[in-house]
């Protein structure tokens, strides 16, 4: 039996293709304003372009959210590429998002 490589990021889209999406990673965490009372978000870094697949989200997949998130637009995402999810807590941060469509999207997800 043959033992596994690791993945070529090079070679990681060579079947299912590619484009470059741009991804935008906020720094640090949002915060509540003592005064006003009004959520001032983290500020956001220079957008950066990552190569990645996108996929339209499967009806089977949608049966797994919440009935509210149901009418949303999803689609999955996949890149050799680090993409981050909300971390909640004092130490956490805000989720990236991602230009796709001309529409923008949050990262709700990360499997590795």
């Given at each position: ?34 005064i ?32 509210s ?13 680090e ?18 469509d ?11």
């Amino acid at each position: 039996m043959r033992r596994a490589r690791g993945i070529n990021p090079n070679r990681m889209f060579e079947l299912t293709g590619y484009i470059d999406l741009e991804l935008i990673t906020p720094e640090g965490k949002g915060d509540w304003d003592d005064i006003t009372g009004k959520f001032i978000p983290a500020p956001e870094s220079d957008p950066v372009i990552i190569k990645a697949n996108v996929q339209p989200f499967k009806a089977s997949q949608t049966f797994m959210l919440p009935e509210s998130e149901r009418t949303k637009e999803w689609v999955n995402v996949w890149s050799p590429n680090e993409i981050k999810k909300m971390r909640e807590g004092p130490d956490g941060w805000d989720a990236d998002q991602f230009v796709y469509d001309d529409n923008i999207y949050k990262v709700m997800s990360v499997r590795k």
